[in-house]
């Protein structure tokens, strides 16, 4: 029973082959060497790219290819799309409760980007970019998601893909909707060769039986500091909403021994005195990114160390050290806010009770006693504190006519940062807000960095960069041009995160 799936990126969900040979055509002219043709281009492409890019390019060394074929990729990502069936064959693998992960050579910053402006980035797990050989990376990345070679299929377009599947020992499935075509996947001998991703549904049919048919049983703490705050963080996997880290207990594991690991694992924290407070029967969490059915085991625990340093793994993209009063106002997912509501129950917290009046914990789980529980906000709930950078010039060259964008120009921006920790909290610590002075350096660098044609561009990279690099929880964005008679600037707006 394949409850696996691996996915290359490009020609298996993504077409992008039209801005990857941009890009190589751009690199070769840089060389002063011809351009490529689609059918040229796709007979002599192959992976890993280092091979390809030694015959095409040779003597260049690894960090200057890559850096080249970034400048020459277009960054508006405008014609890239899904491939036919492919968000359908996404919701199926959903719907059925698989998990998904993507392996693939094309860039992190790319993929992810790709993803988001597609729709389907909270489908995926983990997302594994910028890997030059598969075959090799494969093994590491099993084992880091404790996926069982037998129960895992690694689906893709090129013949690079399926001799890591073979590697692997999973089942290697290729697709003729990218690179080589059906005659050349035969070549390297995958388990199956499919049309297009239509055909999979079929194929692999819904999860029943075996392991499948049983809960699946995970452990996760309530961290606290020596501060008495406790540690949240906020996954995509679980509707970006805030929560606990855990994760699953592996055979012959003990739940302890499965807590430590796991917290090490995603944290890098180690914990001391560990306390079983609770199990959760988590059927069909109506948050979580996929179906399925867990057994929750909860714990309490401090860290060892007096100054705990976090160190993230690719599964959360964000963490808080909060007081009672404060955690009870994020957004939870409803598994942590149950947790909080029990170990407050129990007198598990200690002093950090007189942080919080009860109310708050009741308006957070009232909610929990309906047939379909979905989480309300709190009706004291606060909008989050902001920071607001007003006017703030960016020199840069953008335009559509080339020859508009030969000279620099001088663009306006207002940004508003939104924050989670509030105001008051914050002890007058600059490490512990978003140091504006920063923001507004790397905003104008990343302005000068290359021209543009459209300041929707702009606009899109500046309110990535400060979710991406300064943890703001929401941005919104304003960006002006001064460019039309009769008007005093034309402008663009967007709002993005929370």
């Known amino acids: 029973m394949i409850r696996n799936l691996l996915f290359d990126w490009s020609g298996t969900l993504a077409d992008d082959l039209p801005s990857v040979l941009c890009a190589v055509n751009g690199m070769l002219r840089a060389a002063g060497m011809g351009e490529l043709t689609r059918a040229e281009f796709q007979s002599r492409f192959r992976l890993p790219y280092t091979e390809f890019f030694a015959e095409m390019l040779p003597g260049l060394p690894l960090e200057r290819l890559q850096q080249l074929y970034l400048e020459h990729f277009p960054h508006e990502h405008a014609g890239v799309t899904l491939l036919p069936h492919a968000l359908e064959f996404i919701q199926y693998a959903a719907a059925t409760g698989r998990r998904m992960v993507v392996l693939s050579s094309a860039p992190l910053p790319h993929v992810t980007s790709q993803a988001q402006a597609l729709g389907v980035r909270d489908a995926f797990e983990v997302m594994r970019c910028g890997v030059i050989d598969k075959r090799t990376e494969i093994h590491g990345l099993l084992a880091e998601l404790d996926m069982a070679a037998a129960e895992t299929a690694f689906i893709g377009d090129m013949r690079h893909d399926i001799e890591a599947g073979h590697a692997a020992g999973v089942v290697t499935i290729a697709t003729c909707t990218g690179y080589e075509s059906a005659e050349t996947l035969l070549t390297a001998g995958p388990d199956m060769l499919v049309r297009d991703l239509s055909r999979l549904p079929a194929l692999l049919g819904p999860l029943s039986g075996g392991d499948g048919a049983y809960p699946v049983s995970t452990v996760g703490a309530l961290i606290l500091n020596s501060k008495g705050e406790m540690l949240l963080i906020r996954t995509h996997k679980w509707s970006h909403r805030w929560g606990i880290p855990g994760g699953k207990i592996k055979r012959g594991e003990s739940c302890e021994a499965a807590l430590v690991r796991e917290i090490l694992e ?209 941005v919104t964005l304003e960006l002006r041009k001064r460019i039309l008679p009769d008007t005093d600037h034309v402008a663009v707006r967007l709002v993005r995160g929370d």
């Open 266 to 474: 995603e944290t890098a924290l180690t914990l001391q005195d560990i306390e079983f407070v609770m199990v959760q029967d988590c059927i069909e969490p109506v948050e979580f990114q996929r179906s399925a059915h867990f057994l929750l085991l909860n714990y309490i625990a401090r860290c060892a160390d007096e100054a705990p340093q976090v160190v993230l793994n690719e599964e959360a993209q964000a963490f808080e050290w909060l007081p009672l009063a404060e955690a009870l106002r994020m957004d939870l997912n409803i598994p942590t806010r149950i947790l909080l509501d029990e170990c407050m129950k129990r007198g598990l917290l200690g002093e950090m009770l007189n942080e919080a009046p009860v109310t708050q914990a009741l308006a957070g789980t009232s909610a929990l006693l309906e047939p379909n529980p979905r989480l309300k906000p709190p009706h004291h709930m606060l909008p989050p504190d902001e920071i607001r950078i007003s006017a703030l010039r960016l020199t840069t060259h953008i335009g559509v006519p080339e020859e508009e964008r030969a000279g620099s120009q001088v663009l306006e921006a207002d940004v508003t940062l939104r924050i989670r920790r509030r105001f008051e909290a914050m002890d007058d610590d600059i490490a512990a807000t978003i140091d504006y002075a920063a923001v507004a350096a790397r905003l104008q660098a990343l302005a000068a960095e290359r021209p543009r044609r459209l300041i929707e561009t702009l606009a899109a990279e500046m309110a990535a960069c400060v979710l991406e690099e300064f943890q703001a929880i929401g």
